[in-house]
């Protein structure tokens, strides 16, 4: 076998093993990638959570104004235009409320989905990546054949004697003469 044989059989390994890693690092790259989406989802699904908190505590604080408000003016809290009012405080508080769950909900299955996508094109990266690395291996492989490179390999050399015994020596035994 001759040195640019092997040397051309460790280049393609060599090319094969570079392209396998490379897919490695770009799998790596979109784990991280995923991991990174699904923290800021939690980030700003906490931040639309606090959202929701102060709109309850706007919410009580319209409230507790409006009951002061009519107490003050020496008017019950529980009927009449004072009961309208609270009711109207309270209907809006609950829809903005309603609002900030509706958004919570929404960031966690945009985070779902995006980790999702970023996992899968991970390993369809890796996939590809290996695809390429055994079809470039074998690409090389085969254009060194077809260079002759691996001609010396294809030689079928009989020998001619064995031991005392010539090759037509062995070939009439096997004959029976």
Known sequence: MS???I???????????ASY??????????????DLSRLQYAQKRAEAKEQGVKVLKATNKALGAAIAQAAAGGILST?????????VSLRGG???????????????????????????????????????????????????YQGGLFSGLNRKTTP???????AQDLDNMDRGY
């Open 3 to 5: 040195f640019f044989t």
């Open 7 to 17: 040397l051309s059989v460790a280049s393609s390994i060599g090319q094969a093993f």
């Open 21 to 34: 890693q490379q897919a490695a690092a770009m799998k790596a790259y979109y784990d991280a990638q995923a």
């Open 79 to 87: 009927e009449g235009s004072a009961l309208m009012q609270q009711q």
């Open 94 to 144: 609950v829809e903005d409320f309603n609002m900030t769950q509706f958004n919570v909900e929404m960031l966690q299955n945009m985070s779902a989905i995006e980790y999702a996508n970023l996992t899968q094109a991970g390993k369809t990266t890796m996939q590809s990546g290996i695809m390429s690395a055994l079809t470039g291996f074998g690409t090389n492989i085969t254009n060194a």
């Open 160 to 166: 001619t004697s064995f031991g005392s015994y010539s």
